[in-house]
């Protein structure tokens, strides 16, 4: 970690070094402008920095889990697993810093604090948690969208005798859980993934669920070599076909027509097609799953039949059966063994619909039925998704309002790249983008493209001010809503509809129309002159920074 001394003003402050902030610096470099980065862990990695839990893992194959950008840097770089661990995507994050020796403008350990905009300059003033200040005349959020954990918010913890983790925030050293009595809080994909493990090195493991999930087999092992010669002959085929999908991922078990539309026979083999093969198929498969009362039960069934077959207690197994939103509106979950570790004598499964937690006591936590005596409570209770982690900049635009205060009623943004009122800001995955609908290297790679590109457009044309126009952003905000309203996502109380953070308005977070539209339709907004942005000049070049 190094504690550099931070320059009083540069061209672009980025701030986040996670795969987004990397590649941004990256970049700016390539377009000569000054970039300088503050990011809040001691090191690079965002994301896979911090959820360091046993278990951890990408849900997206390694081999599409990498940067595109450099075709050196894919030929040096041979991942172990078809999904990595978060130690392995970590240290792909800091070789890629090592190879373009990007941590040198990176102020670590360092947290913006305050963003406000100048109207008289164009220019940023940013602050940090060390007091420092510096000015910038573009700011790139490349904060990420699950960076900003929810406290634990259950009554009591502080009376717990025992210790507690968060699976967002797990120490760098080993947590001996051995002979221990572990409890998890959460059944999101955090703690699909952690469960199994704990439950194999716990003395007892206890898992309160809330929710139950949908969760498929990762069917995780060595990368296969077919696949991995068939990206290698040709990376940049590849990464362009991947972002000429839905989902910025090959579809690679995919009907492409309605379940409705084949016979039952054929669509439970399908299914199981997709359930052997791993990956999001089981929810691609079909083209409907999503948006088809009638494929999404079907889909939900088959996954029903599934969990019934592995977990052997019956009354357990109808726990563990999602049934209260439909088959894939909450992120799907990857797992190893999580439902057969439901079999093992050593973990019990509490069902906080039937006995809510009441609190937590010194011993433990207390749910209405019963006392659970804990020595490690683990929260794996989920992020204050897309919107939490820029609202903690502390971000406030043109005329000194307070982006708090522009989206109370929920996010507006254009594209999810910029948002009106907030000239020369710039958001790396922001909200109305596909984002975590996709695959985020492919979202990040496009949206970093697009704003040096955006940037230089300027630049070169003598401007020093852009800005989304509020017209173009209301039209985009609608469309966005009105996709996702023809879909069955809005029906699920999930964190895409920010409605797992008490108080947070009830948006769906993202552009459902795919990674491949998206592109298509931000191509023909640049195409266009960038129609819904404005470009201004308030001071000569003379003058600036
Ligand atoms: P998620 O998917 O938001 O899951 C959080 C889990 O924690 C979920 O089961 C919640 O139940 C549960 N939760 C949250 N707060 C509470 C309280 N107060 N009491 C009991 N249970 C609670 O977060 P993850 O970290 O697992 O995954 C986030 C994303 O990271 C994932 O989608 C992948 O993209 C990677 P609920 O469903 O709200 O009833």
């Not at 959020?141 to 983790?165: C, D, H, M, Q, T």
């Not at 991995?228 to 090959?250: F, I, L, S, W």
């Not at 496009?446 to 800005?467: N, S």
Request: net charge neutral; aromatic share 10%; proline share 6%.
């Amino acid at each position: 970690m190094s504690l550099l001394k931070v320059p009083p003003q540069v061209d672009v402050l980025v701030i986040g070094a996670g795969f987004a902030g990397l590649y941004a610096h990256y970049k700016l470099r390539g377009i000569g402008l000054t970039a300088f980065g503050f990011e809040a862990a001691p090191d690079v990695g965002g994301t896979w920095y911090w959820n360091r839990y046993p278990g951890a893992r990408c849900d997206v194959e390694s081999l599409d889990y990498s940067y595109s950008f450099s075709p050196e840097l894919l030929d040096d770089w041979r991942w172990s697993e078809r999904f990595a661990t978060q130690p392995e995507i970590l240290r792909y994050a800091e070789h890629v810093a090592d190879r373009f020796d990007l941590r040198r403008d990176i102020a670590f350990a360092t947290r913006v604090t305050a963003c406000s905009y100048d109207d008289a300059t164009a220019t940023w003033t940013i602050r940090s948690d060390r007091g420092e200040t510096i000015r910038c005349r573009y700011l790139i959020a490349a904060v990420g969208g699950l960076s900003l954990p929810k406290p634990p918010e259950i009554p009591g913890l502080e009376n717990f005798a025992g210790r507690w983790l968060q699976t967002s925030a797990w120490p760098h050293e080993p947590v001996d859980v051995a002979g221990k009595r572990v409890g998890v809080i959460g059944t999101g994909s955090s703690g699909i993934q952690v469960i199994p493990i704990l439950a194999q090195q716990a003395a007892h493991l206890t898992v309160f669920q809330r929710t139950p999930n949908y969760s498929v087999p990762a069917l995780n092992g060595p990368v296969d070599p077919a696949y991995e010669a068939h990206v290698r002959a040709d990376y940049t085929a590849h990464h362009r076909a991947n972002r000429q999908t839905k989902g910025g991922v090959p579809a690679r078990i995919n009907t492409g027509v309605s379940a409705m539309s084949v016979t039952p026979e054929e669509r439970q083999a399908q299914f199981e097609k997709a359930w052997g093969f791993g990956t999001f198929s089981l929810q691609a498969v079909f083209n409907d799953l999503t948006t088809h009362p009638k494929s999404n039960a079907a889909g939900a069934a088959f996954v029903h039949a599934k969990i019934r077959k592995i977990v052997k207690d019956p009354a357990t197994a109808d726990k563990l059966l999602p049934k209260t939103f439909p088959f894939g509106t909450k992120r799907l979950c990857l797992d190893t063994g999580y439902y057969a570790t439901f079999n093992r004598d050593d973990v019990t499964l509490v069902d906080l619909r039937a006995s809510p937690i009441e609190r937590i006591t010194a011993s433990g936590i207390r749910t209405s039925d019963a006392d659970h005596p804990l020595d490690l409570i683990v929260f794996a209770t989920g992020f204050d998704a897309v919107t939490g982690p820029l609202l903690a900049l502390g971000i406030a635009g043109a005329n000194g309002v307070a982006l708090r205060d522009a989206w109370a009623d929920g996010p507006q943004s254009y594209l999810g790249l910029m948002v009106a009122g907030f000239p020369n800001l710039f958001t790396v995955n922001g909200p109305s983008s596909p984002s975590v609908l996709a695959n985020m290297l492919q979202t990040i790679e496009h949206h970093v493209d697009w704003i040096a590109d955006c940037i230089a457009h300027a630049e070169h044309r003598g401007f020093d001010r852009i800005e989304a126009r509020a017209d173009a952003q209301t039209s985009w905000a609608q469309e966005v809503a009105d996709m996702a309203d023809k879909t069955l996502y809005t029906k699920a109380e999930s964190w895409y509809m920010g409605a797992n953070v008490p108080g947070k308005p009830r948006v769906f977070l993202m552009y459902i129309g795919g990674l491949d539209r998206y592109v298509d339709r931000v191509e023909a907004i640049v195409r266009d002159g960038y129609a819904g942005f404005a470009f201004s000049r308030v001071r000569v070049p003379e003058e600036r920074l």
